[in-house]
């Protein structure tokens, strides 16, 4: 993929006054289809029905009922001001988290209206979620609308209505689930991670640990005995098998599914075999050592009884954990019963979680086997065998319909969590031609919806595939690392993002030469990647030389050339030269309009950046309607979450502050930060500009209760990302120094940050 600027992605429309900035520019799009007044406003007026859940059975849940007690009063306990109540669970790995969290739901299902369980490892599978919940309260309008109109239409719902509880399972990133219980006030949040750090400080946290001896013996024996009670032998035998699982909930569990489901072998025997195998486990983490010796009896039970299991269950390892579809593992050829057997076999020995349709299969399984066994012969481990078997599935459910050339979107968003895990999970030195195509196909899917951060693994193992089969200098290698490294920019990494840069520029010149256009675009995006970094004396240089280099190679009116001006222009824009700026960047959007139209994304683009330097010469007379005009488009042009929206929404809210009306400006803000950090996260340049620009807000209208925890932690990131001495890192520390000595406000620069985002594009 090319990156020459940001293409139109699929756009939803939200009309009515509950839409975003709907009191100022009428419509909202975000996502691919029209989502009417009417629909938005039903999520005040529908009912769930009395229990409603997607809660899976309750689980065998013993010795917590400290923690139990712990929920309920983190949950329940109403702070003053407060009427959302959250709380996270974090440990590691087979602990019991997520048992944890459904047998407290269980227990308290009559104290809620609704509970939703989600399946929180990324952001794409928390919408997914979400769009369950629509779903199952209106099925016969989602049934016709795409998935970003349920999940906005969920979110219209929870706002609405009070006393329901969300539980995010597996969060893998906090900030994944910050839009969300930010936002969302009106009923109570509970999350599982492994992560301990990075949660807000207002959520209360449980550390998990192990099970107390006593509590992990009778947890054994309820699964290896059921009701009957046990012999004091049996026990005994129990609570020595207990110690050598850790007391680990998960490793307890698979050992006692492995018991119950072979009578014949006693604790005893079990614990003598799992000992065999303790120097030839895999390595890692405790928890995985103590795990892969449980799994290596149980499968080489299963590979005798039902090899078909076993192979479903390495094909499943390699896959995204949670809502794998049973097609997607049943091969062609192969009989869907014959399938639904075997997974019938692994949900006996705890193996996997399933549903009619899908199953889930935890991340601790997948590490273990992953990693290659010492029975495991030369030729074609099992291990690969299973990662053989994943991407002839994933490849195999990328097959057109009969009659398109290609599949529908609604697939390629199923198997987009598939594609990913295989991208980050590839083997060193591992090629597969046909998928690596569909790696890109999803990278450029993804990019074009705004979310180039998500595709980092995607692009690293395209370019590892091109640089081994191509070599370093191929064009097509050097187009794929032009794009990780905006994949890096985009996800604020710009200490990997600009080295990727300097080398690819360097390799295009020798290669391809100084002024061919794949050259001039590498250059360009170079100095844009300086720019971001706050590095105006390299990236002016360079935006002047390919600018002087397009018009000869391309021509005045090129739109890589347009590009060019406006990058240019906003370069000296960012130095303080307005001078040279405003007329370059009305020539520029003059061009554009000519050349490309009204509406293009680099129109937009000029149009948001003149805005701008009339905002910075105090011209707001014609920069608020030029704002104005630019968001209304980037929404119906974009979408409504698209980073280029983002940035617009912002700049219009900084000229409504900059003439004092801070009553639409403080909305604004409010919703451009909460999208920022669920769009490029909570660390983006970007996110965190719209977090020292909100604050600024909260400190204009005496919120300081508000405005200096938003300035800490605007501080606090952008030294940990930008550097200590980085002109945003410098002016967040004054901000700071300001609103925490209020009676010397006067003499500092206490106030937005002006325009928020260069807006340049790449290519």
């Known amino acids: 993929m090319s990156t020459d600027g940001a293409a139109a992605g699929p756009r939803i429309e939200a009309r009515g006054d509950r839409s975003i900035a709907a009191q100022h520019i009428g419509n909202a799009f975000t996502g691919d289809v029209v989502l009417p007044a009417e629909v938005l406003q039903a999520a005040e007026t529908v009912a769930a029905a009395p229990g409603t859940s997607n809660l899976p059975p309750s689980p065998l849940c013993l010795g917590r009922q400290d923690e139990l007690a712990w929920l309920r009063r983190a949950l329940a306990g109403q702070c003053e001001g407060a009427i959302t109540q959250s709380g996270t669970v974090h440990g590691l790995g087979g602990i019991g ?57 969920a979110r219209q719902w929870l706002a609405w209505h009070p006393g329901w509880l969300l539980i995010y399972d597996n969060v893998e990133d906090p900030d994944d689930i910050g839009p969300y219980t930010g936002a969302l006030h009106q009923g109570h949040h509970l999350a599982t991670s492994r992560r301990a750090l990075g949660w807000p400080d207002t959520a209360p946290t449980l550390a998990l640990g192990t099970l107390r001896p006593d509590d992990a013996t009778t947890l054994l024996c309820r699964l290896v005995s059921k009701d009957a009670t046990p012999t004091a032998r049996q026990r005994a035998a129990a609570d020595a098998l207990a110690a050598d699982l850790g007391h680990l909930p998960l490793a307890i569990k698979q050992a006692g599914a492995y018991l119950a489901q072979n009578r014949g072998i006693s604790l005893d025997a079990y614990r003598r075999r799992l000992g065999s195998k303790l120097d030839r486990t895999a390595h890692g983490l405790d928890a995985e050592r103590t795990l892969a010796r449980v799994w290596n009896v149980t499968l080489h039970v299963l590979e005798q009884a039902d090899p078909l299991a076993v192979q479903v269950l390495h094909t499943a390892a390699w896959l995204a954990p949670d809502d794998i579809p049973h097609t997607l593992l049943t091969p062609p050829g192969t009989d869907p019963d014959d399938i639904a057997e075997a997974l019938g076999t692994l949900a006996a020995y705890s193996m996997i979680t399933t549903t009619d349709t899908t199953l889930s299969i935890h991340r601790l399984v997948q590490t273990v086997l992953r990693a290659p066994r010492t029975s495991d012969t030369p ?12 991407e002839q599935a994933v490849l195999h459910s990328l097959t057109p319909p009969p009659g398109q050339d290609s599949p529908p979107d609604s697939q390629w968003d199923t198997l987009t969590p598939h594609l990913v ?76 993002a600009i080295p990727l840069y300097e080398a690819t520029l360097a390799q295009y010149e020798q290669v391809l030469g100084e002024t061919h256009p794949s050259t001039l675009a590498s250059r360009n995006n170079l100095a844009g990647a300086y720019e971001s970094a706050g590095d105006l004396d390299r990236a002016v240089p360079l935006y002047e030389a390919t600018l002087a280099q397009r018009k000869q190679v ?46 293009h994304p680099d129109t937009l683009l000029s149009r948001n950046n003149l805005a701008g330097a009339f905002y910075a010469v105090g011209d707001l007379g014609r920069a608020i309607p030029l704002y104005e005009a630019t968001l209304a488009q980037c929404e119906q042009v974009l979408g409504d979450a698209h ?59 005496g919120d300081l209760g508000r405005a200096i925890p938003l300035l800490e932690v605007t501080l606090a990131l952008r030294e940990q990302v930008l550097g200590d001495a980085h002109p945003d890192t410098l002016a967040s520390r004054n901000n700071l120094a300001a609103a925490l000595q209020p009676q010397q406000s006067t003499t500092t620069d206490n106030r937005p940050e002006g325009p928020n985002g260069s807006l340049f594009g790449s290519g």
Request: glycine share 8%; charged share 15%; aromatic share 6%.
């Open 554 to 599: 391309l021509g005045v009116i090129h739109p890589s050339t347009l590009l060019s001006r406006n990058n240019l222009a906003h370069a000296y824009y960012a130095v303080g030269d307005l001078g040279r700026a405003i007329p370059l960047l009305e020539v520029t959007l003059a061009l554009r309009e000519q050349v490309l139209g009204d509406a």
């Open 379 to 390: 030729q074609r481990p099992r291990h690969l065998r299973g990662r053989d078997s994943a």
């Open 97 to 153: 988290k997520s048992t944890l969290a459904l047998h407290y739901a269980h227990c308290h299902r009559g104290d809620y209206t609704l509970i939703w369980w989600i399946n929180a490892a990324s952001p794409d599978e928390i919408e997914s979620s979400l769009a369950g919940l629509t779903q199952t309260l209106v099925p016969g309008w989602a049934a016709t609308a795409g998935r970003g109109a349920q999940v906005a239409w």
């Open 421 to 496: 895990t295989l991208a980050a999970t590839a083997p060193p030195g591992h090629h597969n031609a046909s998928l690596t195509d569909a790696y890109t196909t999803t990278a450029n899917r993804l990019h074009r919806q705004g979310h180039t951060a998500r595709t980092i693994p995607l692009y690293e193992a395209t370019l590892a595939q091109y640089e081994q089969v191509l070599g370093e200098t191929h064009p097509s290698t050097l187009a794929s690392r032009n794009n990780l490294a905006h994949a890096y920019q985009a996800a604020g990494d710009l200490g990997r």
């Open 643 to 701: 980073p280029d929206t983002l940035l617009s929404r912002n700049n219009l809210a900084g000229a409504f502050y900059a003439v004092g009306d801070l009553g639409r400006a403080i909305p604004l803000y409010e919703a451009t930060l909460a999208q920022c950090e669920q769009v490029l996260g909570d660390a983006h340049p970007d996110t965190l500009a719209s977090r020292n620009n909100l604050a600024h807000a909260y400190y204009a209208v």
